[in-house]
Each structure stands twice: as structure tokens, then as C-alpha cells.
């Protein structure tokens, strides 16, 4: 990091010293280190004395230079109301520094004899620092444990700690008292206890994985209500990604109640949702959006509509990168905890640097958790509560799947030349009548964006009603279950509703948009949710995320999804659980609690993903009777042991008291439910393996999860499910689960069969390349602790991640030697072979750095796999295009294909440095001395500058 880049990026270094620097006078790094501290330190509003002329008087904190004690000077002692309270232990701005190293001599001093200060108490809080890193350590901590700081603390900051009784973390360790449980679903109660418990320990960072319908944000404030109240918590911020889901969580801590007291959530607490720069100083709880709290914090105006996209679909572009700064209005210390709510990939890249900017305990909520956010927060999951957990529970309800594909839909279409069509405006849907140019072929995949066919949308939603009417809810008398349709884009969404008002022969009641472009949005959505219309609503990602709609029974993708956690998201609009008189009071004709949604695809949106959750009903088309006599004569197998399962929980929630009274006579006792769960719950891999497990202890056999095998788990999990099939055995209770069907359900759902795992190739072939990719996934899994090249995406903080060539060597080593057998060229295949349609440059020759590619999208971080040069290039382009417009001059010819050589040696080797230009392609062209000559002094900032954006 160089002097020229700090001040380029606007970082808070003294400019003293880039000035002294910039004429051509030596700076040591030490002085470097002394006036970064100096600054950040003012910043903070402390007042820089040295020993001859101190003067405590001059502000509320003061703090002196080398201030001596029994053993040495100290580089800084901090005052705080006149009284020493800290020390700061300043190093040489040299990259690297490992202030950990250094906390002993920190010690040393805050234990030392004071010149002049009468009390020998050590001091409590301990700062180390260099020109690039602050640590620090509060010595009143239980096990006090250092942590790094963006930014020092203002002196207030310190003076109010002194003044308690205890810290915070002292206070979680010692001082929360036992959860109330009456008013909590076991899930939310190991949610909270498990928080609580982690951060006892002063763990950093918590997940706690919910499944969507579980209650997330019931339990979030549950948490945030017991921080405040029990562990004094000055202050918490409540992170979202839409202004929609931030308006949803005030809500919900409007409308919540304590455990403990009468009054409401906000009749105790200050909760304010932040729609300026200025957080209000009484303010608890502070809900916001992550991109205006960067916006704040990287002193950027906010565009008011970028907090109305989910940042699952918006990716940053390099006109909006900004770093960070601290901001005396809203210091470092501001939150003692952040709560992120669902922002998925948004905390991983620029957004980060929100979370590195506070000094605060991070609190993860998700239901699509992946690799990276286990990364992210440490592997610390407080909390897991699948949703194939919820669905056994009762508290989500699970799904099928139609699937509806159109001539068009899947092969395109072609218009010919000459040919009278209408051109649409797309901004404002104005129509001209004119002459195709030339021929126009376009795929499915340019449907609604370059090609509008408004008979496909027609054929599309004539379909879909059809199969509701007389195959997905038949009994409903032509009632349209409330459903909603997922669209490409905001014109795409208003042809849907033309069509469907036309389809359905209804009014503007009956259809609506629900997209940040309309100006009633949350009134429609509040119609959607609570009133008979609208039955249908049509959105791009308003509500895709987050937002409760409990009717909905059905939903439509009429657009595709490159992201698995947010195409889960989007699904999960459909689980939400609802009793016969909720569901009955938006739709008069539904008969009974809502017990199953299905999800209509019209895209091919399931065959384009690996979801991570699946319905639980895997034939469909199977009568009851059928899978009760399959499972009686011996089937075993998942899809009919797991069908079973769900059919009978679905089931038990239609029948009446005397039905169920009648079949757990003829089951000894247990309950149609129950008989449900146990088939579920015996193909819990996890409880296979402690079966597996506990039956080698009682043999006497010295046995891990590792080291079974594979006969003794499949020996565990026969004998599960064999126990969880017994009951089925007595024909008399297979007659009274038919007998009670037969009295309540009046249709059986009709799908059509699962073709997910067929992409063109041979079953044989694919079969093997999904096992390559599995096992690529498992050893990435079993051996993050060991491959330093996957910290390179999420551990560090933003702006000083490193990926080295060493790295992925070590990676490419242990992947490629037997018994792996994983080479960069056999994954490649693989993927191609599985995922033809996210796979580029299948038929190029790898090289090395190919293995980022491979990891990125192995582990989610990309939605498509291209050669690592190719992302190189894109990058170097917008670089340099940038580059030459902060210049006000293009580089010369010469210079750019210089530039364009380190380009490619970053390409083959993930970054360059001085020591590279003795390598052939730069040796040849003159090396480091015509390099130098070309860029002079800017040499050592354009390579920091390349290897930040090509690579990070």
C-alpha cells in the first residue's frame, strides 16, 4: 500500500506526510505510524500533547507522547477527565506488522509506575497501532482478548465504560438471566439460548440458520429486547438490504410484546428507521439498509432508489466503489451489535466494509445460508432449523412442482425481414408500426427483454389455468387460490397483467403489480395479504424476499434465477403455514388449513439449480393407498419412505378429531402426524450416523463419523427406517388411513416426474461428473482450515485481502494427486458435462489460476464458470477505462501494452510485483528498468492498484 494510493482513495493519512513524501524527503516508518496515530486520534477528539507541554486541561481526553515510566517511555498514555486510563503501543507503518506480538510490551507499560500519578492500578485499555492497524484490549474483560479497531475510540466512549460497573462483555458472561419459553417455539428458544451462550464466550460473529415461516425476526427481536434490557446495550443496528424489509422489521418490533412486560417494544425502547444521514442519539435500535449506512460512512449521497433493489440481483459497479472513512458523527463505537437480516451476497463485497467500520458483535439471520456464509461468520452457527424441519413441524408447509414449457419457451423464435411489427419503447411502452431491419432469431433466454411474444405469456397463463382448475385445487369452484407471479422486469411484469386480466376475463381488481415502480405498492401488498383482491399480484423482487404472505398457495416463475439462496428466498413466500380460518378469510372456498403450495415453472428455473431445499412429496402422481401398500411389502427407498411421510402430515392436518382418534387406535397409540414425522425423521442423515454409531460402541468397536462404513451406515439407516415403517405392516391401519382420505380428500395432486438431473448427456456420464463435482465440494468442505486460498474471499478485511500464486499451488497440489485425482481440466468437464449452460471456455487449456474460478463457483460466489483470464480482461478493461478518465489523459500506446502484459502476468500468476519483471514475457520487453522508465514513480501504485482490481 503506497503513500499515492492512500491519498488517491481519500484515506484518512496525514498529508503532511504524503507532501514530505511526494517533495522527496525521507519518512521512516515509524514517523509514518506516529502521524497516522496523530490523525486518527484527532479525528477522534482527543487533544495530541508531548511531555514538555501537557496540559490535561485541554480537553475532555488528552493524549501524551512518550510519557515515562519505571520501564521507559511510553509512545502514548491516554488521559481521560485528568486520569491516565490507556496506553497505545505504536509500530512502524510497515505492511505485516504482527501486532499481536507486541501486546506483551503493552502490558508491560499499562502495568508500569506512572511518573506523577499516585494510584499504581494498571491501565484498563490497551491500544496497539501501525500505519495500517489498530488493536485493542479491554483489561476489565473477562479473559480480556484483543480485537482490531477501524478507528480509535472517542474519549467520551472510554469515560462512559469507566463509569459502569461492568463491561458488556462482562455483562454477557454474568448477568443474563433464563428465557421465558411460554410464548416461543422450540426453535426460536435454541435460537436465542444459543445466541446468548456464544456470545458469553465473546465469540465476534453468529448465525442463526431459520428456516423462512420459522420466525426469524420474532426471535432477532427477542434477542435484541434481552441485550438491551439485560446486558445494557447501548445501542443495536438492525442491517437489511430493501427499504420494504426495513419497513416490515419496524413493524414487527412495533407490534412486539416482552415476555416480562405489558407495554410494547417501542413503548420501551427508541427504534428509528433511518431515512437521513443522522442517527438519532436516543435511538436503541437503529434500522437501516446496508447501502445507506455505506453511503454514510463513504460520504456518498444515496440514490433512494438503490435501497429499494435486493441486493441479491444488484451487483456494484466500479462508478459506485467507494471506501469507507470514519465519520465523527457516527464513530466506530456507535452499535455494540448488528443484526444482518437476510442480506445474503451484499455482505461480501464492498457492503463489507460496514461490518469492518463498527466495533460490533455481528449477528447473521438467514434461511439460504451457503460455504461462504458459514466462512463469514466463522463457522458459529448458533442455531440450525432446516426447512425440512419446519415442514415436519408444522410450521411451513411443503410444495410440488408443475411445470409448464411452451414451443417458444424452450426453442426460441425467428422473425424475418421486411416482416410489419410493432417496436415497443421499453422505458415508456410508446408503440411505432414499422419494418423488421433484417432477420431477428432469438432464444427463450431473450423473451421479455429484447423480444416481447405476448402469445407465449398468453399460452403460459392460459396453462397455468387450466391445470389449477382441474388438476391443483379442482374442488375450488373457480376460485384462483391466491397466487403470485414472478417477472423479468418491470415491463414484462405489466404485459403479465394485461394478459391475465384477459385470460381470467376480469377487471384491474382481480390483477396487480407489486414492484417499487407503483405508487400504492405496500397498499396492494396489504390487499394481497388480507383481502379477497387481489387474487393474482405480479412482481420482479419487491416482495421476492422477506415479506409474509401466508394465503399464497401458488407461485409462477415466469423468469429464471442464477442465485440459489435467493431463488430459496423466493420460494419461500409460498411455506408460510396458515390455519382453516385464516386461509378461509381471503379465500371463501378453500376447505381447511392451507397444507401444501405448489410452485408452477415456466422457465425450466428448477432444472437451471440445485436448490438446497427439495419438496418432500417425490411422487406426486402416486396414489396414498399405493404408497402405503409399497411401503408394506418392503420399498425402502427415499422418494416412497419420504412421499409417505409428507402425504400423512398433510393429511392430519384435514381430518377431524374422531378420524384421528380412529387411526392412532389402529396405529397402538400414535398419531397420523407422528406416523408422518417418524418417516421423515429416519432419513435424518445426521441421526443415522449416532445410530451408526451407537451400534459399533454397543458392539464394542472404536468408531468416528469418519471412519464407519458404509456398510454400517446403510446397516443404521435400514434399521431407522425399518422401525419407522412397522406400524404400515398392520393392514388395518392402512385401511383406516385410506378409509379417512377418502372421507376428506377429495383429489390427488398431479406433477409431472422429477427430470432435474437430465441436461443431454448420458445418465452414466452425468452421474459420474456429479460425483467429481461432490467430491470437489467435499474436500473443500473437510479441508478449509487447510487451503489458504478460500480465506481470500471472505476472512480478510476488504482492503487488504491477498491471494498469492504459493496459494493456489498448494490447492492445485492437494487436489490433483491421487487419491483425488481432482485436475483443473477433469473439474472443468465435469461442471460442462452438469451445468452446460454456466460453463464458458470448456475447450480452452487451463491454466493455474483456473482453480479461482473453480473454488468461486464451487462454493456459490459466481453464477457462472468462465477462465480466470477472461475475468481478468473484463476487470483490466473497466480499469483502465477508469483510470484514463481520473487522469484527464489516456496512457500512451506504449504504456498500455505494458499494461496490458502485467494484465497478463496477473492473469497466469494472481498478482505482480517488482521481483515478476524478471520473468520472460516482461524481462523481454525490457523489465524493470523500461517499466520505471515508462511510469516512473506510479510503477509501484498502478501494480497495487492492478492487483487489487483484477483479482480481489
Given at each position: 500500500m503506497t503513500l499515492d494510493w492512500l491519498h488517491h482513495r481519500g484515506h484518512p493519512f496525514t498529508l503532511t506526510v504524503w507532501h514530505s513524501a511526494r517533495k522527496g524527503h525521507r519518512v521512516t516508518p515509524e514517523a509514518k505510524a506516529r502521524q497516522y496515530i496523530d490523525e486518527r486520534l484527532q479525528q477522534a477528539g482527543w487533544v495530541i500533547q508531548d511531555m514538555k507541554e501537557f496540559n490535561l486541561s485541554a480537553g475532555v481526553g488528552v493524549a501524551i507522547r512518550e510519557y515515562p515510566t519505571d520501564s521507559g517511555p511510553a509512545d502514548y498514555v491516554l488521559f481521560v477527565g485528568r486520569e491516565a486510563v490507556g496506553v497505545i503501543e505504536a509500530k512502524k507503518d510497515t505492511a505485516g506488522e504482527n501486532l499481536t506480538a507486541t501486546e506483551s510490551q503493552t502490558e508491560r507499560y499499562a502495568a508500569s509506575s506512572l511518573k506523577w500519578r499516585k494510584d499504581d492500578t494498571p491501565l484498563r485499555f490497551l491500544f496497539e497501532a501501525t500505519g495500517q492497524v489498530i488493536r485493542f484490549t479491554d483489561n476489565a474483560d473477562p479473559l480480556p482478548r484483543s480485537r482490531e479497531l477501524f478507528h480509535f475510540f472517542k474519549p467520551e466512549t472510554l469515560q462512559g465504560w469507566l463509569r459502569q460497573a461492568q463491561t458488556l462483555r462482562r455483562r454477557l458472561a454474568e448477568q443474563m438471566p433464563a428465557l421465558p419459553t411460554s410464548k416461543l417455539r422450540d426453535c426460536q428458544i435454541s435460537a436465542v439460548t444459543g445466541l446468548e451462550k456464544s456470545l458469553a464466550q465473546n465469540k465476534p460473529r453468529a448465525l442463526v440458520h431459520m428456516a423462512t415461516g420459522a420466525g426469524k425476526t420474532f426471535t432477532a427481536i427477542t434477542a435484541v429486547y434481552r441485550l438491551l434490557k439485560f446486558a445494557g446495550a447501548k445501542r443495536i443496528l438492525f442491517l437489511v438490504d430493501t427499504r420494504n424489509l426495513g419497513k416490515q422489521a419496524h413493524q414487527e418490533f412495533m407490534a412486539y410484546t416482552p415476555p416480562d412486560d405489558h407495554r410494547k417494544f417501542t413503548e420501551l425502547y427508541a427504534v428509528q428507521q433511518l431515512a437521513s444521514p443522522n442517527i438519532d442519539?436516543?435511538?436503541?435500535?437503529?434500522?437501516?439498509?446496508?447501502?445507506?449506512?455505506?453511503?454514510?460512512?463513504?460520504?456518498?449521497?444515496?440514490?433512494?432508489?438503490?435501497?429499494?433493489?435486493?441486493?441479491?440481483?444488484?451487483?456494484?459497479?466500479?462508478?459506485?466503489?467507494?471506501?469507507?472513512?470514519?465519520?465523527?458523527?457516527?464513530?466506530?463505537?456507535?452499535?455494540?451489535?448488528?443484526?444482518?437480516?437476510?442480506?445474503?451476497?451484499?455482505?461480501?463485497?464492498?457492503?463489507?466494509?460496514?461490518?469492518?467500520?463498527?466495533?460490533?458483535?455481528?449477528?447473521?439471520?438467514?434461511?439460504?445460508?451457503?460455504?461462504?456464509?458459514?466462512?463469514?461468520?466463522?463457522?458459529?452457527?448458533?442455531?440450525?432449523?432446516?426447512?425440512?424441519?419446519?415442514?415436519?413441524?408444522?410450521?411451513?408447509?411443503?410444495?410440488?412442482?408443475?411445470?409448464?414449457?411452451?414451443?417458444?419457451?424452450?426453442?426460441?423464435?425467428?422473425?424475418k425481414a421486411r416482416e410489419w411489427v410493432d417496436h415497443r419503447d421499453r422505458a415508456t411502452r410508446k408503440?411505432?408500426?414499422?419494418?423488421?431491419?433484417?432477420?431477428?432469431?432469438?432464444?427463450?433466454?431473450?423473451?421479455?427483454?429484447?423480444?416481447?411474444?405476448?402469445?407465449?405469456?398468453?399460452?403460459?397463463?392460459?396453462?397455468?389455468?387450466?391445470?389449477?382448475?382441474?388438476?391443483?385445487?379442482?374442488?375450488?369452484?373457480?376460485?384462483?387460490?391466491?397466487?403470485?407471479?414472478?417477472?423479468?422486469?418491470?415491463?414484462?411484469?405489466?404485459?403479465?397483467?394485461?394478459?391475465?386480466?384477459?385470460?381470467?376475463?376480469?377487471?384491474?381488481?382481480?390483477?396487480?403489480?407489486?414492484?417499487?415502480?407503483?405508487?400504492?405498492?405496500?397498499?396492494?401488498?396489504?390487499?394481497?395479504?388480507?383481502?379477497?383482491?387481489?387474487?393474482?399480484?405480479?412482481?420482479?423482487?419487491?416482495?421476492?424476499?422477506?415479506?409474509?404472505?401466508?394465503?399464497?398457495?401458488?407461485?409462477?416463475?415466469?423468469?429464471?434465477?442464477?442465485?440459489?439462496?435467493?431463488?430459496?428466498?423466493?420460494?419461500?413466500?409460498?411455506?408460510?403455514?396458515?390455519?382453516?380460518?385464516?386461509?378461509?378469510?381471503?379465500?371463501?372456498?378453500?376447505?381447511?388449513?392451507?397444507?401444501?403450495?405448489?410452485?408452477?415453472?415456466?422457465?425450466?428455473?428448477?432444472?437451471?439449480?440445485?436448490?438446497?431445499?427439495?419438496?418432500?412429496?417425490?411422487?406426486?402422481?402416486?396414489?396414498?393407498?399405493?404408497?402405503?401398500?409399497?411401503?408394506?411389502?418392503?420399498?425402502?427407498?427415499?422418494?416412497?419412505?419420504?412421499?409417505?411421510?409428507?402425504?400423512l402430515i398433510r393429511l392430519a392436518k384435514q381430518l377431524d378429531a374422531k378420524a384421528q382418534a380412529r387411526i392412532a387406535q389402529a396405529s397402538q397409540g400414535i398419531p397420523v402426524a407422528e406416523l408422518g414425522k417418524g418417516l421423515i425423521s429416519a432419513l435424518n442423515p445426521d441421526a443415522i450416523i449416532e445410530t451408526a454409531l451407537a451400534t459399533a460402541k454397543a458392539q464394542g468397536i472404536s468408531r468416528s463419523e469418519d471412519t464407519l462404513l458404509p456398510e454400517e451406515i446403510a446397516t443404521a439407516r435400514a434399521e431407522r427406517v425399518a422401525a419407522a415403517c412397522e406400524p404400515f405392516d398392520a393392514p388395518q391401519l392402512r385401511e383406516e388411513i385410506e378409509n379417512a382420505r377418502r372421507e376428506r380428500e377429495q383429489i390427488i395432486d398431479h406433477t409431472n416426474p422429477d427430470t432435474l438431473t437430465f441436461s443431454g448427456f448420458s445418465q452414466q456420464a452425468e452421474a459420474q461428473a456429479r460425483a467429481t463435482i461432490q467430491q470437489f465440494a467435499d474436500t473443500l468442505q473437510q479441508h478449509k482450515d487447510e487451503i489458504a486460498a478460500l480465506g481470500f474471499f471472505y476472512q480478510q478485511p476488504y482492503q487488504r485481502r491477498a491471494l498469492t500464486f504459493d496459494m493456489l499451488e498448494a490447492l492445485h497440489e492437494h487436489l490433483s494427486k491421487p487419491p483425488l485425482m481432482l485436475t483443473s481440466e477433469r473439474l472443468w468437464s465435469a461442471y460442462a458435462r452438469v451445468q452446460a449452460a454456466q460453463v464458458k471456455g470448456a475447450d480452452r487449456k487451463r491454466q493455474l489460476t483456473d482453480l479461482v474460478s473453480l473454488v468461486r463457483f464451487a462454493l456459490g460466489l459466481d453464477g457462472e464458470l468462465k477462465p480466470f483470464a477472461d475475468e481478468v480482461d473484463r476487470r483490466f478493461q473497466a480499469w483502465i477505462f477508469r483510470h484514463n478518465a481520473q487522469r484527464g489523459t489516456s496512457f500512451t500506446p506504449e504504456q498500455t501494452d505494458w499494461l496490458r502484459s502485467m494484465k497478463d502476468h496477473i492473469a497466469s500468476s494472481c498478482s505482480i510485483s517488482r521481483d515478476d519483471f524478471d520473468y520472460a514475457e516482461l524481462a523481454d520487453k525490457g523489465g524493470l528498468q523500461k517499466a520505471w522508465g515508462l511510469f516512473g514513480t506510479e510503477l509501484d501504485t498502478l501494480m497495487n492498484e492492478m492487483n487489487m482490481e483484477l483479482v480481489a
Open positions: 442519539p436516543h435511538a436503541q435500535v437503529c434500522i437501516s439498509t446496508i447501502q445507506r449506512m455505506y453511503a454514510i460512512l463513504s460520504g456518498e449521497p444515496i440514490d433512494e432508489s438503490a435501497e429499494d433493489m435486493s441486493l441479491n440481483e444488484v451487483q456494484q459497479t466500479a462508478k459506485q466503489e467507494k471506501f469507507v472513512r470514519y465519520n465523527p458523527a457516527v464513530p466506530v463505537e456507535t452499535f455494540d451489535f448488528i443484526v444482518i437480516d437476510e442480506c445474503h451476497r451484499s455482505i461480501y463485497n464492498l457492503w463489507k466494509q460496514v461490518l469492518d467500520y463498527f466495533d460490533a458483535k455481528l449477528i447473521g439471520l438467514t434461511a439460504t445460508p451457503d460455504k461462504r456464509t458459514y466462512g463469514f461468520f466463522n463457522e458459529n452457527i448458533v442455531a440450525e432449523y432446516t426447512y425440512e424441519q419446519s415442514v415436519v413441524d408444522g410450521v411451513n408447509v411443503g410444495y410440488d412442482v408443475w411445470e409448464i414449457e411452451t414451443e417458444v419457451t424452450r426453442k426460441g423464435a425467428e422473425l408503440k411505432r408500426w414499422a419494418e423488421v431491419d433484417e432477420d431477428v432469431v432469438y432464444s427463450g433466454k431473450e423473451l421479455d427483454r429484447s423480444v416481447v411474444n405476448p402469445s407465449q405469456i398468453r399460452q403460459v397463463i392460459q396453462a397455468m389455468k387450466t391445470a389449477v382448475e382441474t388438476q391443483i385445487f379442482p374442488a375450488r369452484d373457480n376460485e384462483v387460490p391466491k397466487t403470485l407471479i414472478f417477472a423479468k422486469t418491470d415491463s414484462h411484469a405489466d404485459d403479465i397483467i394485461n394478459i391475465v386480466r384477459e385470460v381470467y376475463s376480469q377487471g384491474n381488481a382481480f390483477c396487480r403489480k407489486v414492484t417499487y415502480s407503483e405508487k400504492d405498492a405496500d397498499g396492494v401488498l396489504a390487499s394481497f395479504r388480507n383481502d379477497y383482491h387481489p387474487r393474482i399480484a405480479v412482481t420482479v423482487d419487491m416482495i421476492a424476499t422477506g415479506t409474509d404472505v401466508k394465503p399464497l398457495e401458488v407461485l409462477l416463475f415466469m423468469r429464471d434465477v442464477r442465485s440459489r439462496g435467493y431463488y430459496e428466498q423466493m420460494k419461500g413466500r409460498g411455506v408460510r403455514s396458515l390455519d382453516a380460518d385464516g386461509l378461509k378469510r381471503v379465500s371463501g372456498k378453500a376447505d381447511g388449513a392451507k397444507t401444501r403450495f405448489v410452485l408452477i415453472d415456466a422457465v425450466g428455473v428448477e432444472k437451471s439449480l440445485k436448490t438446497e431445499s427439495r419438496p418432500l412429496e417425490k411422487k406426486p402422481g402416486v396414489a396414498l393407498k399405493d404408497l402405503l401398500q409399497g411401503v408394506a411389502m418392503g420399498s425402502r427407498d427415499d422418494d416412497t419412505v419420504l412421499s409417505l411421510g409428507n402425504r
